[in-house]
């Protein structure tokens, strides 16, 4: 009686195993749709107002795209999992430098526009070299123990708007442009159910990929840290993944690699600085490797589009930052960080 016990015990244990493995795959199909559903009904409820595509573009989509890393940095936030909160926004923003890009270019060589080379792409390696330098009190003096405050959050909101109202400054040209008419537009109600779906979307999956990652990082026996910054990033960078895909698949080069620039602001600045605000983060030295690696990722972008065709990032080129993410992906699972 006692074995027959046992063996049920076991079973039950095993199938709430297989459950959060089951959620934790489904996780990533609710974030992904309720992304994109959250930009469909934002996007129709700001035509419905009739507010210009350009304001559009740099509000809802911005936020979307990141909408799927802020859910899970949230979650992960509030149960108290800073490895795989930090590691998520890390790991994300190598992957949307070495693997998106890596395969957006190896399809097309991708063409950038001197604006981008002179502002996005070193306002990025500003927001690495800024992580890594908030994350390392250490080196910097100002405590023994490397941890991301809420004044630390703060400071990368303050930032994020200070992005924001440039990049609204920026595209201040294009806003003369004719505004939409609403003739044949989505119904205001439809708009608005499509966002709560996403809404929901966004947390029950977020809720779900956080759970998963937790529990296969004590299975196999990694570290929060290790999930977030391969499994979870690779995840939460799918919506990026696509758009530029499909972006340099119809011609528009300057829209893939502006938005995985933008997406690696917004990581940094507005998740992490929000995450932070929720509940400062205890940093563990031992993921420095990562924080290098995003300060590295910047600074080589910057550097290939001095090399060969200029402000060009060639196909060679794609093909050499798909290789080095491999190779990145390789130390971290036999390093076990």
Same mark, same amino acid.
């Given at each position: 009686?006692?074995?027959?016990?046992?063996?049920?015990?076991?079973?039950?244990?095993?199938?709430?195993?297989?459950?959060?493995?089951?959620?934790?795959?489904?996780?990533?199909?609710?974030?992904?749709?309720?992304?994109?559903?959250?930009?469909?009904?934002?996007?129709?409820?700001?035509?419905? =107002?009739?507010?210009?595509?350009?304001?559009?573009?740099?509000?809802?989509?911005?936020?979307?795209?990141?909408?799927?890393?802020?859910?899970?940095?949230?979650?992960?936030?509030?149960?108290?999992?800073?490895?795989?909160?930090?590691?998520?926004?890390?790991?994300?923003?190598?992957?949307?430098?070495?693997?998106?890009?890596?395969?957006?270019?190896?399809?097309?060589?991708?063409?950038?526009?001197?604006?981008?080379?002179?502002?996005?792409?070193?306002?990025?390696? =500003?927001?690495?070299?800024?992580?890594?330098?908030?994350?390392?009190?250490?080196?910097?003096?100002?405590?023994?123990?490397?941890?991301?405050?809420?004044?630390?959050?703060?400071?990368?909101?303050?930032? +994020?708007?200070? =992005?924001? =109202?440039?990049?609204?400054?920026?595209?201040?040209?294009?806003?003369?442009?004719?505004?939409?008419?609403?003739?044949?537009?989505?119904?205001?109600?439809?708009?608005?159910?499509?966002?709560?779906?996403?809404?929901?979307?966004?947390?029950?999956?977020?809720?779900?990929?956080?759970?998963?990652?937790?529990?296969?990082?004590?299975?196999?026996?990694?570290?929060?840290?290790?999930?977030?910054?391969?499994?979870?990033?690779?995840?939460?960078?799918?919506?990026?993944?696509?758009?530029?895909?499909?972006?340099?698949?119809?011609?528009?080069?300057?829209?893939?690699?502006?938005?995985?620039?933008?997406?690696?602001?917004?990581?940094?600045?507005?998740?992490?600085?929000?995450?932070?605000?929720?509940?400062?983060?205890? +940093?563990?030295?031992?993921?420095?490797?990562?924080?290098?690696?995003?300060?590295?990722?910047?600074?080589?972008?910057?550097?290939?589009?001095?090399?060969?065709?200029?402000?060009?990032?060639?196909?060679?080129?794609?093909?050499?930052?798909?290789?080095?993410?491999?190779?990145?992906?390789?130390?971290?699972?036999?390093?076990?960080?």
């Amino acid at each position: 009686m006692r074995y027959i016990g046992m063996v049920a015990i076991r079973s039950y244990i095993y199938l709430c195993r297989m459950l959060v493995y089951f959620l934790f795959a489904v996780g990533f199909v609710l974030l992904i749709k309720g992304a994109d559903w959250l930009i469909d009904g934002a996007s129709g409820l700001a035509r419905q =107002f009739r507010i210009p595509e350009i304001v559009i573009g740099l509000t809802v989509v911005a936020f979307g795209t990141s909408a799927p890393e802020l859910a899970v940095n949230i979650i992960a936030s509030v149960n108290g999992n800073n490895g795989l909160a930090i590691g998520n926004i890390v790991g994300s923003n190598i992957a949307n430098i070495l693997l998106i890009l890596g395969i957006a270019a190896m399809i097309r060589n991708l063409t950038v526009q001197s604006n981008t080379v002179w502002r996005e792409i070193p306002f990025s390696l =500003f927001a690495a070299l800024i992580l890594g330098f908030l994350v390392n009190d250490h080196l910097s003096g100002n405590g023994t123990k490397d941890i991301i405050t809420r004044a630390d959050g703060m400071v990368l909101i303050a930032l +994020f708007f200070l =992005f924001l =109202f440039y990049t609204i400054r920026l595209g201040k040209n294009n806003l003369t442009e004719e505004i939409p008419e609403t003739d044949g537009a989505r119904p205001l109600w439809k708009s608005v159910v499509l966002m709560l779906v996403g809404l929901t979307g966004l947390v029950v999956g977020g809720k779900w990929i956080v759970d998963g990652a937790v529990s296969l990082a004590y299975l196999f026996g990694y570290s929060e840290s290790f999930v977030g910054l391969t499994v979870v990033a690779i995840g939460t960078s799918l919506p990026e993944l696509a758009t530029s895909v499909v972006a340099v698949r119809k011609g528009n080069t300057d829209l893939a690699i502006g938005n995985v620039i933008g997406s690696n602001i917004f990581n940094t600045f507005w998740v992490l600085g929000l995450s932070a605000i929720i509940s400062p983060m205890d +940093f563990n030295p031992d993921d420095n490797f990562s924080i290098y690696m995003n300060i590295g990722c910047s600074a080589m972008l910057f550097a290939l589009l001095f090399i060969g065709k200029r402000h060009t990032i060639q196909k060679w080129q794609g093909a050499f930052l798909l290789l080095g993410y491999l190779a990145y992906i390789s130390f971290l699972t036999m390093s076990g960080k």
